[in-house]
């Protein structure tokens, strides 16, 4: 193997665990001093260059390829076209639950969307591949690209997002708003995105007979091992995912992709190692993205400003071949309160790549037009935006009245409105400017993220010199997992942070679960809990049996772990360090073991959901139309926070990307050729520092019992969630234009401002 991923994982550090401050990240030296290895810095011997050849057309078929040129090249070693590619033992266009997508491996000449692979080129350098991929010269048989909500196909989906319903209704709609004093009903549109992690999909397959080593960037160890089995035809066990570090992943790297399936082939039939690397261009296309919307919401409310109906619709697009809709509607169901409230989608078939799960998928996209509307609504009423939301805040779930595990949601609210200063907000818009004549306007919205768990385990191993040793096949994402995980392996074991070794990002540890759906660190988290008690409960045992130990006849329950010692609760004189308990039993080690599910109970008798409130100033110049944000402070409740420092992070880098959703994503599709017109990271724009504000993140207290054994909600994706209405409010609050397309572009806003 051409590197021991074990040197790899972050070693122990002291760096703020000391200091009284939170931790910083505990791989940040390695990368900053550029000793992180990532899956394409790795080159095993007689490695062979994979180049993916991607179709320049959005639909028709591929009639010719000039394989014999591209062969002739100097170095190409093979190229893989339909005709020559090898079988797989799990068909590829059935997926494999439970996150499966049909991939697209050269099964035939037929093109769905741009971008799809069509020849896969090998070759002894990266050179001779991409010049061999050149070679090929498609011909294509072309038919008109459908690229639009007028031309594509729609369709009643059977579900949406990942295994979600389609439809949720409670109480009657129709009645509420025909009951209701006032009515708004708008429609909203937002784009397509993609996910563009900094590092590119890349990986590196290595087989040694029947056994296949990955170096990949990947978010579902355990799964993608298992689906990688199936579609090679051996047996999991055989297959070893390395992915210490991955350059960001926001869902992307959560799914199986056709690229990576058809390097492996590659390897396997060349019998040698394949890396392949996708360019920035080919990831828009056979890696997902965040399926464009078309939503429509009704709202109804009493002459008090109390909601009686709220309905959200749905209509989103993904591709020709697969299913995967954004769930939009569904960001209605669990924020306010109203007696009738309906979410459904449509589907609507485009000849466009798939669109997967990208970060706070439904929930950013359906927020964003979601918190417009409630800001529309409380226009509608006369009433500030916040007292409209107080006014309809709910105390239980909406419709089926499960208890919130917890919902601070009330003191977000208040620390955020007060950190910004919202108390003075005028009520209309067109009301502020500042000293240059900019016109000045204040918008608010609600976050909320579910806090799903993911089946995960872990084991500890109590070493003989009193260290520890916490395995669990988890993903840091640059989330800061590496970090957060160890910390709470090192309190269930009463160590220093220091004295406890992690190892992570490798498959053959013990299932880490997803790290995704903001849940990593509660699922991951909750098991290595368990694993820490377990290994101390049976340290306990050794000692408290043993006549020669100070703890001798405190059974399990009378002593507790602290400072490398097992400590009795009666008597704290009496104790013993870790290492004299293993060394008079002759032990080297104990080793404890834990899985973490939800308990269904749980898991049905509560809503669980992290929550937040975001506010934010733009500024506007009135001649030119331009917007900057110039102000955000979010504040946000996820129970408790492990590492404050990290999780602020990750409510700062979630804010700016709702600055990004605001004003800046959107892939672009060119309606004659149907081929993305921005597909690199010049023209598909993404704010740049200039871009952000001062961006504040207030880490509102919340302490919930149920959630799991830790008390952890999750933080990666609910920054998003909220902020973008949040902006759009305070462009209209500015301007008196409402925008209700994403990105806000100046042309919604030009001829409306003087
Ligand atoms: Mo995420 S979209 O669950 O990585």
Same mark, same amino acid.
């Given at each position: 193997?051409?590197?021991? $991923?074990?040197? !790899? ?15 910083t ?8 001093t ?9 080159h095993?011997?007689?490695? @062979?260059?994979a180049?993916?050849a ?8 591929? $009639? ?17 076209t ?13 997926? /494999?639950?439970?996150f ?8 035939d000449?037929? $093109? ?8 896969? $080129?090998?070759a ?43 439809r949720?209704?409670y ?5 509420? =708003? ?22 590119p ?12 080593? @990955? ?8 799964? #993608? ?16 995912i ?11 790297k959560?799914?199986?992709? +056709? ?5 492996? *082939? ?15 261009? !080919? *990831? ?8 464009q919307?078309? !939503? ?18 749905? =209509?989103?697009?993904?591709s ?8 939009a ?13 309906? &979410?459904e ?9 798939t ?19 409630i800001?529309?609504?409380a226009?509608?009423?006369? *009433? ?20 919130? #595990? ?13 950190r ?14 500042d ?19 993911f ?21 840091? *994402?640059? !989330?800061? &997992? ?7 392996? &090192?309190?269930s @074991? ?11 990002? =490798?498959?053959? =540890?013990?299932?880490g ?11 991951? +988290? ?8 377990? &290994? ?5 045992? /050794? ?51 834990a ?12 809503a669980?959901?992290?929550h937040?409130?975001?506010f ?6 009135p ?24 999780a ?25 050729t +149907? ?43 609910i920054?998003?969630?909220g ?10 609050h500015?301007t ?9 572009? /100046?042309?919604?806003l ?5």
């Open positions: 193997m051409p590197h021991d $991923v074990l040197s !790899q994982m972050p070693r122990p550090t002291r760096f703020g665990s000391n200091d009284g401050q939170p931790p990240r505990r791989d940040g030296e390695l990368k900053v550029g000793r992180a290895v990532y899956a394409a810095d790795n095993p011997d007689r490695m @062979l260059y180049v993916i991607a179709s320049r057309i959005a639909r028709g078929r591929v $009639v010719a390829l000039d394989v014999a040129a591209a062969k002739a090249h100097p170095g190409v070693v093979e190229v893989l339909p005709d020559n590619r090898p079988a797989l033992a799990h068909d590829p266009n059935e997926k /494999i639950p439970p499966g997508f049909r991939i697209e491996v050269l099964q000449d037929t $093109v769905r969307y741009p971008g799809q692979p069509i020849a896969l $080129v090998v002894e350098t990266l050179e001779a591949a991409t010049e061999g991929a050149a070679l090929l010269d498609p011909r294509y048989e072309t038919l008109p690209a459908r690229t639009s909500r007028d031309d594509g196909e729609r369709f009643a989906p059977q579900a949406v997002g990942v295994g979600s319903p389609p949720t209704s109480g009657d709609v129709e009645a509420g =708003l025909a009951e209701a004093a006032r009515v708004v009903e708008a429609d909203y549109v937002t784009p397509a995105q993609y996910h563009n992690a900094m590092e999909h890349a990986v590196v397959a290595e087989w040694d007979g029947d056994r296949l080593t @990955l170096d990949m960037p990947n978010q579902a160890l355990a799964l #993608s091992a298992a689906s990688y089995a199936a579609y090679f035809g051996v047996p999991p066990g055989n297959v070893t390395r992915s210490p570090f991955l350059g960001g992943g926001f869902g992307s959560a799914i199986l992709n +056709g690229p990576q399936v058809l390097a492996i *082939m590659a390897a396997r039939m060349l019998d040698r190692p394949v890396k392949l690397v996708l360019t920035r261009a !080919q *990831m828009y296309g056979p890696v997902g993205h965040r399926g919307t078309w !939503q429509s919401l009704r709202l109804g409310m009493d002459g008090d400003g109390r909601l009686t109906a709220l309905h959200h619709r749905s =209509l989103s697009a993904t020709t071949f697969d299913d995967f809709l954004e769930p509607a569904n960001a209605s169901l669990p924020l306010y309160a109203s007696p009738a409230i309906l &979410a989608h449509e589907g609507l078939r485009l000849d466009t790549g669109p997967g799960p990208m970060r706070a998928p439904g929930e950013a996209s359906g927020s964003a037009a979601l918190e417009v509307a800001d529309e609504a226009e509608a009423c006369g *009433m500030d935006p916040l007292a409209f939301r107080l006014l309809n805040y709910a105390e239980t779930e909406p419709g089926n009245g499960k208890p919130f #595990s917890s919902k601070a949601l009330r003191a977000c609210y208040e620390d955020g409105a007060r910004f200063g919202w108390a003075d907000r005028p009520l209309e818009p067109r009301r502020m400017r000293e240059t004549g900019f016109l000045v306007g204040w918008g608010m919205g609600t976050a909320v993220f579910p806090c799903p768990h089946p995960a385990e872990a084991r500890a191993t109590l070493r003989a010199d009193g260290t520890a040793l916490v395995e669990t096949a988890g993903a840091d *994402m640059g !989330q800061g &997992a590496w970090t957060a995980l160890a910390q709470i392996a &090192a309190e @074991l009463g160590l220093d942070l220091d004295q406890v070794e992690f190892h992570s990002g =490798l498959s053959t =540890l013990p299932n679960g997803v790290a995704g759906g903001s849940a990593h660190t509660a699922s991951a +988290g909750s098991a290595i809990d368990g694993a820490g008690r377990n &290994a101390i409960a049976r340290l306990a045992e /050794i000692a408290t049996a043993d006549p020669a130990s100070p703890l001798f006849g405190a059974g399990n329950i009378g002593v507790e772990a602290r400072g490398g010692r097992l400590v009795r609760r009666d008597d704290e004189s009496r104790s013993e360090r870790y290492a004299d308990i293993l060394a008079r039993a002759g032990q080297s080690a104990v080793v404890g073991f899985k973490a599910e939800r308990d269904p109970s749980t898991a049905s008798g509560y669980m959901y992290s937040g409130a975001v934010a100033e733009v500024k506007i110049d001649s030119l139309g331009q917007m900057r944000v110039t102000r955000l402070v979010g504040a946000f409740a996820a129970g408790r926070i492990i590492n404050p420092r990290l602020r992070s990750q409510y700062l880098g979630g804010m700016i990307w709702g600055v990004s959703f605001a004003l800046h994503e959107e892939a672009v599709t060119d309606a004659r +149907g081929r993305i017109m921005n597909a690199d990271l010049a023209e598909y724009r993404v704010p740049v520092n200039a871009d952000v504000p001062a961006v504040d993140a207030i880490l509102v207290p919340e302490e919930d019992p149920v959630v799991n054994v830790l008390g952890v909600k999750g933080v990666g994706e920054g998003i969630t902020t973008a209405g949040a902006i759009a409010n305070a462009v209209w500015a008196g234009v409402r925008p209700r397309r994403f990105p806000i572009r /100046i042309e919604d030009i001829g409306h401002l003087r």
